[in-house]
């Protein structure tokens, strides 16, 4: 099968909401807006060189793709992955802009990450290759120019790594040039969960808007990372969810009577994965079995393009909430709509990273530290304002949260754009 890429999903996504805004009419956006988001403004690309503990040089591949700064400094993660590649970062950069603008955040989009697999790297290799990346990107980013996060394969020790090198660069105490840090070098709390915590609202708000009750209701996720398993932690302890299914890398584990997150969450962070767990009454599905159970909720939160096709014609549920950046192509997109499965689209789905993130570079530059409570609470202001913006916008037009979603944004951005 072809390779779908992802850089012309979104582009695709763009152009199809361009197309409906125009049947609205009175939706309508400049043309020049559509051309000026089909390309990032930098495609930044560094060869940079790192000497492993074993005293052996490598050199590693680092992209930086600045998609558009037009609402303020431009802001993404930073992935550590194998896949790694330029297409995909020009992608998740042009849905980190998307996201940004539909949350009202003063925030541009940007996306970057190095092509290596972090799992074959010791530690101190580790610290060794995020600080020569953050070296060679120094000149790129800053707190009002670019603000890298973590994303697949990085998390809050690594951009304590980063920011401490371009620190000892800069000969300032500024820390605000990453967000996503830990808690004892200038992180926001809350952050760790902000992605998967956005999701459980985005679900609370869904089933909210159908005069439904959570309680009870099933949910299968695939992906058990940072996004993933706080998801699965807060969608049951919060809302009274169950969850009958969980799959990573290493394969996909179903129970009709429901998973235990805690056991889980205690097993993950001894094994890594969940590979080899196993209680009473569990199952191991293939991935296609996976997405063929009846549940009221799907979530995709690992990679990108894993509902494809042949899993949208065979998903039993009600809606897809998308955890992960692009998990459905155009195909399972239409396939979904003509079923009549509701989709959360990913830029509003997976926000609330970004607006913890935005939380976090505020406490920095205000010399703050705000309770968790707090944090938590401007969150849940934030995410579901704006899922129910998104929810009536696209009732009211008889278009997708996805293009409803798109057109938002592209508004805001618009506006920007011609003042
Ligand atoms: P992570 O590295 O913490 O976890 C990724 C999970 O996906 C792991 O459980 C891994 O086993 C699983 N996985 C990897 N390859 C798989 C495969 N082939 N099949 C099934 N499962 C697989 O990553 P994360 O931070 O949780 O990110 C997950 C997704 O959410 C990505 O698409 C990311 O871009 C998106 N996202 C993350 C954040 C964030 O704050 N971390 C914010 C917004 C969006």
Redesign the pocket.
């Known amino acids: 099968m072809e390779q779908i890429n992802l850089f012309h999903l979104s582009k695709h996504q763009l152009a199809e909401s361009y197309e409906k805004g125009k049947e609205l009419k009175k939706e309508y956006v400049s043309e020049n807006i559509i051309k000026i988001l089909s390309n990032p403004k930098h495609e930044i690309i560094v060869n940079f060189p790192v000497t492993l503990e074993d005293g052996t040089l490598q050199i590693f591949k680092g992209y930086r793709i600045q998609h558009s700064n037009l609402l303020g400094p431009y802001k993404g993660?930073l992935?550590f992955h194998p896949m790694v590649h330029l297409d995909e970062c020009k992608a998740?950069a042009f849905w980190m802009t998307i996201k940004c603008s539909l949350a009202g955040l003063p925030l541009g989009g940007a996306k970057g990450g190095i092509k290596f697999n972090p799992k074959e790297y010791s530690q101190e290799n580790l610290k060794r290759i995020s600080k020569g990346f953050s070296k060679a990107l120094y000149k790129y980013i800053g707190p009002k120019r670019d603000i890298p996060?973590?994303?697949?394969?990085t998390n809050a020790q690594i951009m304590d790594w980063m920011t401490a090198s371009c620190k000892a660069v800069n000969k300032d105490h500024d820390k605000s040039m990453f967000t996503?840090k830990t808690l004892m070098y200038g992180g926001s709390k809350g952050r760790n969960e902000?992605?998967g915590r956005g999701v459980m609202i985005c679900a609370r708000e869904w089933f909210k808007s159908k005069n439904k009750d959570t309680n009870g209701k099933t949910f299968i996720i695939?992906?058990?990372?940072?996004?993933?398993s706080n998801a699965a932690h807060l969608l049951t302890s919060e809302l009274g969810m169950k969850c009958l299914g969980i799959?990573?890398?290493?394969g996909y584990i179903f129970s009709r009577d429901g998973l235990s997150i805690p056991d889980l969450l205690k097993y993950q962070e001894e094994y890594k994965?969940i590979e080899g767990y196993d209680v009473n009454n569990i199952e191991k599905l293939t991935?296609q079995d996976f997405f063929q159970v009846q549940t009221d909720v799907v979530i995709p939160?690992?990679?990108?393009l894993?509902i494809l096709s042949e899993e949208a014609k065979t998903l039993n549920c009600s809606v897809v909430i998308e955890?992960?950046?692009g998990?459905l192509d155009l195909e399972a997109d239409k396939i979904l709509k003509d079923r009549n499965i509701d989709i959360v689209p990913?830029v509003l789905a997976?926000s609330g990273?970004?607006i913890v993130s935005y939380y976090e570079w505020l406490q920095n530059n205000r010399m703050e530290y705000w309770s968790y409570k707090d944090v938590v609470s401007r969150l849940d202001e934030k995410m579901s304002s704006t899922f129910n913006k998104v929810d009536k916008y696209s009732t009211d037009n008889n278009i997708t949260k996805r293009v409803a979603s798109y057109l938002l944004a592209i508004k805001n951005l618009d506006y920007a754009y011609q003042v």
Not at 222 to 228: A, D, K, L, P, S
Not at 247 to 250: A, F
């Open positions: 993660g992935r998740l996060a973590p994303d697949m394969g996503g902000a992605t695939q992906g058990f990372g940072n996004v993933g799959g990573d890398h290493t994965s991935k939160a690992a990679l990108e894993q955890g992960a950046n998990p990913d997976n990273g970004v």
